[in-house]
């Protein structure tokens, strides 16, 4: 875990703890998680029990737009998009299907997208948000804070935002004080919820 | 005669000549698997022939090992089936016993995870007792072993190896009444076993658990089963026709005291209990033909000699 600035496991027995450092390096190595996470504080207390583990993530790219990875030529009422990078094309196809209609987009080729627009909805088409990575990277962090956390624990509660992550875990209901404890995880590595 | 369980790897050249060699000394083939260009043979051999077998493999670059473990079945119990316990842990534990001869299921109970909340049903409490030997696989903190393992042990009468995250003391500290075996250090973990270090602690399980069974099979030997069940197995799949269309590993598994047949109970059932294993004797004079918890399989209790004052 060169790659994370603070990592720590906090637990009151101390084998316990070690081997769940173990696993959470594992884990979110074999997730390729382990360059995205910058600072992470991990709790456990089997006697309560309880699992907190807070994190802040490294600086993640922005939402990326149709002009990101392929052209818009607009021309009358014909519009082209050629494609560039393919990764993005499925939830495009999805977007402008559910927008347009299937009748009015057209694909004669994989790189190639013509549609029939007017001129005010051809307008700001460059600009169309098609993938938001901080999506899917807060799906994959969970998961795999789900995959850290003792088993059995399904009483959960997570949050991701600005930077921050945290996950609670529980096989009793979570104390009403949750969020204050967390607080207090963040100070431990020197930052705020 | 004393019978010792040997597994011989050679080539598939000549092997049914071993075969018949062994079944000519008076040995059990228990299982036979042929990999590519291979045959693996685990049987139970007269122990002063060893050096022959072992001399007339030895043109056939045939090998012949000892593992304690053949002729056993063990359920691999696990709190759950899922990825916080496999493919690691449970699939290595499973996996490496097997290597010594036994027969591993694994069993994922339905309800086993969490410490408060744990819980095992009665259908897994007798497909477990089912078995020879049961290796638990619990987690890493001493608090939850402590609370939900009297929960998991309850109702099995079955011989119990504790494996777990603390050290082999704390573990032996934890548990009250004591169970048979405990092996520390073998908790959760989330990677392949393959440094040396790992793969001994895996060694320690095979050892406790062959420490165990040897026990086991000592205190059986106060009072001997009434049948070898190497022996009964030849003599089910000798004259029952259909276990040869089974298609399992082992259609036929053996245990220590017993067996477990892969046919439906309701079908052969009476078959096999009517089935004569000598003069005037059959099978169900010597012991128990039951349904099992385990699909609809028959498991086949071998009584011993107190119950049935003969010896076959």
Sequence with gaps: ????????????????????????DVVLLDHNLIRVIWKLHIFIDPRVPIFIAAGITRKIPGIVTIRDFSDVNIKDRKVTISIGDETYLAPLLQILWERFGKERVEQPDRFTILLNLDEAEAQGLPDLPVYDPSEALYKDLIYALQVIQPEGFKVRRQYYGNGRFYLVASEDTLPEDIEEMVREKFALMGETL | MILVPVTYKGGIYRHD??????????????????????????????????????RVGKPLTGEITSSPLVGTEIAVVTPSLEIHHLPHASCDVAEYIRRFGAKTNMV?????????????????????????????????????????????????????????GPDTEALKALIDPPVDGYVGGVGRFMHRTKESEEISKMDEVVDEVTRVLDKKREEMGKDPLSISPA???????????????????????????GLRVKLPHD????????????????IGDLAEVLPSRMRDYILVRIRPFSETNQIV
């Design chain 2, 231 to 257: 022996r009964l197995m030849n003599i089910i799949s000798e004259k029952i026709d259909e276990v040869h269309e089974v298609l399992s590993p082992t259609p036929i598994t053996v245990q220590m005291a």
């Design chain 2, 267 to 282: 079908s052969f059932g009476s078959r096999i209990r009517n089935t004569e294993v000598d003069e005037g004797i059959t």
């Design chain 2, 17 to 54: 000549e071993i075969i018949d060699l062994i079944e000519d000394l008076g040995g059990y083939i228990i299982q036979k698997h042929l990999i590519a260009q291979e045959v693996v043979l685990q049987a139970l051999v007269p122990k002063e022939d060893i050096d022959l077998i072992r």
């Design chain 1, 1 to 24: 875990m060169e790659a994370v600035e603070y990592f720590e496991v906090e637990c009151p027995e101390k084998t316990g703890g070690d081997y769940y450092r173990r696993i959470a």
């Design chain 2, 108 to 164: 994922g109970l339905a309800r086993g995870f969490g410490k408060r909340i744990a819980q095992m049903n009665d259908e897994e409490r007798d497909v477990i007792n089912e078995h020879d030997l049961a290796v638990f696989l619990l987690g890493d903190f001493e608090s939850c072993i402590e609370r939900k393992f009297p929960v998991l042990r309850r109702g099995i009468n079955v011989p119990i190896v504790l494996c777990g």
